[in-house]
């Protein structure tokens, strides 16, 4: 089963889609990342690995750029205009550096153009951290962290109109059916796929 965003779903010049536990996806075909939780953002002109990194950029049509992820959130941008499209994979250490706001810089166009889903990862409900993280988060004691929260509003800061962006709401770690976590199951954890394609 692949997730779809509504909002990205109305571009008619795309296709994506959110991996999921059951979803037939391989990267094979796709541009890849060798992800290490940064904000390097890398552009894609050929389909297998573009470096290290966690956020591709394309406008090449028939290429999909793609992340793995396992409780952090992919992230897929879709530009309006130039049709450039981008995958990010965020979790706490490329949130707090910003890598939404690197990638829309990177995509080179208007941030109003921009339309974001913010895919299925760890929720709020389920993320607790420690003192160290959560003061990168603005709290004083260790608590939980909404990752979703924060890149929508790093999404917005950037420029990225509200009413362009749309939140899953999916939580990997409490729903074990449908999704692979990290945080639930450890090393054991499998990951899912999510990609973005202009086409």
């Known amino acids: ?72 959130y992919p992230i897929l941008l879709a530009d309006a205009r130039t049709r450039t499209v981008a995958a990010v994979h965020a979790g706490w250490r490329g949130t707090v550096a910003r890598i939404v706001a690197a990638t829309v810089a990177k995509m080179g166009g208007h941030p109003a153009d921009i339309y974001a889903a913010i895919g299925p990862g760890v929720g709020v409900c389920c993320y607790e951290v420690g003192e160290d993280v959560a003061r990168l988060f ?17 999404l917005i800061a950037a420029g990225v109109p509200e009413s362009n962006i749309e939140l899953l709401n999916a939580c990997t770690r409490c729903d074990a059916a ?19 394609c202009p086409l």
């Open 1 to 72: 089963m692949i997730l779809r965003s509504a909002l990205l779903s109305s571009l008619t010049w795309l296709d994506h889609g959110f991996g999921t536990r059951h979803a037939p996806l391989s990267q094979d075909g796709m541009a890849s990342l060798k992800q290490i939780h940064s904000a390097v953002v890398l552009d894609a002109a050929s389909a297998g690995p573009a470096g290290e990194g966690d956020a591709l950029v394309t406008a090449h049509g028939g290429l999909a750029v793609s992340v793995r992820t396992a409780d952090c």
């Open 178 to 196: 449908r999704f692979h976590s990290y945080r639930r199951d450890r090393d054991s954890a499998g990951r899912m796929i999510s990609y973005i």
């Open 138 to 154: 603005g709290l004083d004691a260790p608590g939980n962290v909404d990752l979703a929260a924060a890149n929508r509003a790093l």
